[in-house]
Nanobody, 121 residues
Framework: QVQLVESGGGLVQPGGSLRLSCAASGFTFRSYRMNWYRQAPGKERELVAEISSTGGMTNYADSVKGRFIISRDNAKSTVYLQMNSLKPEDTAVYYC??????????????WGQGTQVTVSS
């Protein structure tokens, strides 16, 4: 079965950095786009960053562009989110996400359990 396990969250001061990791299993990781979402209290879940299957294409939400970097290691089946110059408004639960296609049954969307990031002095 597909598993996405995030790690690396925590409490950091404004201006600090964190690196999130998402270890994937149960599917052919190198074949699929991977995404990072976040959800702050009282707000809808939003797409933060996405990366193509090879890592050659990335996209970012305007709110994190220039501060966050998404990357992946297909040999380790892991996707990363390097977060720099963190702001209090980056405080949220961060989720790893992917959509996996199966013959006949179609496409399924999977989520990790989330990791809390808190930016506060």
């Amino acid at each position: 079965q597909v598993q996405l396990v995030e790690s690396g969250g925590g409490l950091v001061q404004p201006g600090g950095s964190l690196r999130l990791s998402c270890a994937a299993s149960g599917f052919t990781f190198r074949s699929y786009r991977m995404n990072w979402y976040r959800q702050a209290p009282g707000k809808e879940r939003e797409l933060v960053a996405e990366i193509s299957s090879t890592g050659g294409m990335t996209n970012y939400a305007d709110s994190v562009k220039g501060r966050f970097i998404i990357s992946r290691d297909n040999a380790k089946s892991t996707v990363y989110l390097q977060m720099n110059s963190l702001k209090p408004e980056d405080t949220a639960v961060y989720y790893c996400n992917t959509k996996v296609s199966y013959a006949i049954v179609g496409t399924y969307e999977y989520w990790g359990q989330g990791t809390q990031v808190t930016v506060s002095s």
